[in-house]
Nanobody, 125 residues
Framework: QVQLAESGGGLVQAGGSLRLSCAAS????????MAWFRQAPGKEREFVLA????????HYADSVNGRFTISRDNAKNTVYLQMNSLKPEDTAVYYC??????????????????WGQGTQVTVSS
């Protein structure tokens, strides 16, 4: 059984940083595509970024490119989303998602089989 558990959300001032964690069980990061999506109140869930280490692919939404980065700790089977220069428009519930293998439809939430419960990120102005 695959489980993804996010943590690290919170309240931060604009310009600040946060690091989100996604601990995976039942799914190894190598050979998987891991992604982050977010959903703001009253809006649809949107793609943030995705990475496939095995296939060497990383994709960022234009809105976060240059500010957000992704990394992993293989020993902990955990993915990290480092968010810098945060803006009020980054406020949302952030979800970790995963799938085995790689898909060119990495930006679609329907591509992913596994989801975390979400963690709230609030950026104050």
């Amino acid at each position: 059984q695959v489980q993804l558990a996010e943590s690290g959300g919170g309240l931060v001032q604009a310009g600040g940083s946060l690091r989100l964690s996604c601990a995976a069980s039942g799914l190894t990061l190598t050979g998987s595509t891991m992604a982050w999506f977010r959903q703001a109140p009253g809006k649809e869930r949107e793609f943030v970024l995705a990475i496939s280490w095995y296939f060497g692919r990383t994709h960022y939404a234009d809105s976060v490119n240059g500010r957000f980065t992704i990394s992993r700790d293989n020993a902990k089977n955990t993915v990290y989303l480092q968010m810098n220069s945060l803006k009020p428009e980054d406020t949302a519930v952030y979800y970790c998602a995963g799938r085995r293998g790689y898909s060119d439809n990495y930006y679609r939430d329907t591509t992913y089989s596994y989801w975390g419960q979400g963690t709230q990120v609030t950026v104050s102005s």
